[in-house]
């Protein structure tokens, strides 16, 4: 069946993150995606000084009634970053008014990153964003994000213990899963645990440059293209991180392009992989 999914996130005009990111990623596995801007940003707010921002929050409850009238739905929802608090709990709303029976939702709670919240972002921000991820049926955060979340201590350095602690601690915020990203026990390596029905499951890979911009985004676009294609959690993880590391691959050795990375010319690796693996 064509699936269809609505994904919240910033339009960042400049800067690879976010819609910009999303769209062609998702459409080249195979998915319609249908989108609900939550701001607009001339660039995005890790690296360029001087950015505007216009908040969109109070479009949304609008849309949202027109869709109603349109007897629109969707198929899954990737939520994204967020413009404030208010909007949080308007997307609250609009996820449970518009899903299909059995529509998955996918939170990725992009706040934050490397110890930090990102430009804008506060306490009162992360609490109803902990609302959001209570609804959610997977979780895509980095370290710093489900610290923040779970409220236990940062480390830029742990062991698995930790990371167990971390996931139980997301799960019972109220999320059905957890894809954690960038978890690292080696210098050499990075990757991702997938956390589901009390299963760990982590999916090691190496690590080629610390904190390129956008790749939350890039994958965490990949992962939902897979999933709604009906490929199982852990292997949708692993399409993700590959075609991750590719956009790395491509973009490291060009410091003009230091606000993204280079997703476009990776694109048939990932059409090749999703292809061959979608249900
Ligand atoms: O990639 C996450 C992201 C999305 N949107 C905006 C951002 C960021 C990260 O900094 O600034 C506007």
Redesign the pocket.
Same mark, same amino acid.
């Given at each position: 069946m064509y699936k269809r999914i609505l994904t919240i996130?910033?339009i *960042?005009c400049v $800067?690879q993150? *976010?819609l910009t990111?999303a769209l062609p990623i998702i459409s080249a596995c195979g998915v319609e995606a249908a989108v609900l801007p939550s701001?607009v940003?001339s660039? #995005?707010? &890790?690296?360029f000084k001087g /950015?505007t /921002?216009r908040d969109l929050t109070e479009d949304l409850p609008a849309i949202s009634a027109h869709w109603t009238k349109e007897g629109i739905t969707f198929d899954a929802f990737y939520t &994204?970053?967020l413009g404030s608090t208010k909007q949080i709990q308007y997307v609250r709303d609009i996820l449970n008014a518009h899903g299909n029976p059995g529509a998955k939702k996918i939170v990725d709670p992009?706040m934050a %990153?490397n110890g930090q919240l990102?430009?804008g972002f506060d306490a009162a921000f992360v609490e109803s964003m902990k609302g959001l991820v209570a609804e959610a049926d997977i979780v895509l955060p980095n370290i710093t994000e489900a610290s923040f979340l779970t409220g236990i201590e940062y480390k830029e350095v742990y062991d698995e213990a930790y990371v167990k602690s971390q996931l139980e601690a997301l799960v019972k915020i109220g999320a059905k899963a957890v894809v954690l990203t960038g978890v690292s026990y080696k210098p050499e390596t990075t990757g991702v645990v997938v956390y589901e029905n009390g299963n760990y499951r982590y999916y090691e890979h190496k690590k080629i440059a610390q904190g390129c #911009? $956008?790749? $939350? %985004?890039v994958y965490a676009s990949a992962f939902v293209g897979a999933i709604t294609r009906g490929i199982e959690t852990y292997e949708a993880a692993k399409i993700a991180a590959d075609y991750t590391v590719k956009c790395i691959e491509n973009t490291i050795g060009d410091a003009k392009h230091w606000y993204g990375v280079k997703l476009e010319t990776a694109l048939p690796f990932l059409v090749n992989e999703i292809e061959a693996k979608a249900k």
């Open positions: 996130q910033d *960042s $800067g993150c *976010s990111v701001a940003l660039t #995005h707010t &890790g690296g /950015f /921002f &994204g970053y992009a %990153d990102y430009y #911009h $956008g790749t $939350g %985004d």
